[in-house]
């Protein structure tokens, strides 16, 4: 998709007036704690423009996936709420047990200036998933403005994502902080990059990347392709890849994408060797194999050679976005191709390149590798980055207008 300018919450008069927000607090929860906060960390600088300049704050998001018939304590945003009072240093409201219910309302009613209520989980109400008219006409009463800054969800037609904003149609629409950055990086990157742009693509499945490779052949300059789904192209061209993990009904369509980008500017640079083992277990020996992966084993991670082609294609590049990680970097030592990948965009970072990494599993992994500073933008939208990626809709984003 291509970025028109939008107003933005940093471009509007919020004084005395109530801002809904829209924030993507969909965070990991174990045992009813929060195993990681960064997407409420991301969301702290918009609702802090907002309360610094004397205005109010109604934020809403979705966690989970309950069933939409009402209130489950595990989806419950309480916990989420406490951290995120914990990081304001002022007392975060979260009323009732659904975001349109009485208690709900009364809390909105009685905001002030500085103030910060969280709506319980938007999709206890089945009306969220259905983009339900009056479940977002009961939300857009709340504010005077609508914010966007969950970009994680912004892919989505959800109502709070589309129908909200359409309903506060007479009122200002702008993009939050967080929003705005990832348009900023994401977009531009694609768009208008600095060159040589290399796109980096891993992870397990290639299904989850055909659009992305589609989008970005002809665009970059090269295209590094690592993790278990480079098995599936290898396939195509007629490799064996003992047990390695393989789509096997992608093969065909494999083999015409690798055609379709060979027909194009783009460099394909794919692994030729790999880190392999007989399961994919803490401590289990491992051996360095080719291309060609004979008997039981498997490959889980990209082996030496590749490390030093991947790491030298990204050190020389201007522009890198990477998207999915280079084996199972979870299980020592299959994480030394993803390792190296990221310190290689570091030093391009350090260079004066421009790095974007896409969120999901490769936004924890320099998270788990403690290297996320290094970097001009982690995402904080798996899904939402990748359909940036293929150039598909952001129909959160789209809901906002133009300037």
Partial sequence: ???APRPTIDSVDVAGRTVLVRVDFNVPLAAGKITDDSRIVAAVPTIRSILDRDGACVLMS???RPAGTGYEANFSLQPVGARLAELLGRPVVVPGEGSVDDAAAAAVAAIGPGEVVLLENLRFHAGEKKADADFAAALAAYGQVYCQDAFGA????DASMVAVPDAMSDSPRVAGRL???ELKYLADAIESPARPFVAVLGGAKISDKLGTIRHLAGRVDTLVVGGAMAF???????????RS???EAMIEEA?????????????LLLPTDFVCAAAPEAGVATTTCGRDIEGDLMGLDIGPESVASFAAAVRGAKTVVWNGPMGLFEIPPFDTGTLAVAQAMIEATEGG???????GDTAAAVNDLGLAVGFSHVSTGGGASLRMLEGGPMPGVEALGTV
């Fill in 154 to 157: 912004a892919h989505r037609g």
């Fill in 353 to 359: 390149g421009i790095t974007v990494v896409g969120g």
């Fill in 62 to 64: 979705h966690l989970g």
């Fill in 255 to 267: 083999g015409e994408i690798i055609k379709a980008v060979e027909a194009t500017s783009t460099r």
């Fill in 179 to 181: 929003l705005e950055a």
């Fill in 232 to 242: 599936t192209l290898l396939r195509a061209m007629g490799h064996v890849v003992g």
């Fill in 245 to 247: 993990l393989v789509e």
């Fill in 1 to 3: 998709m291509t970025t």
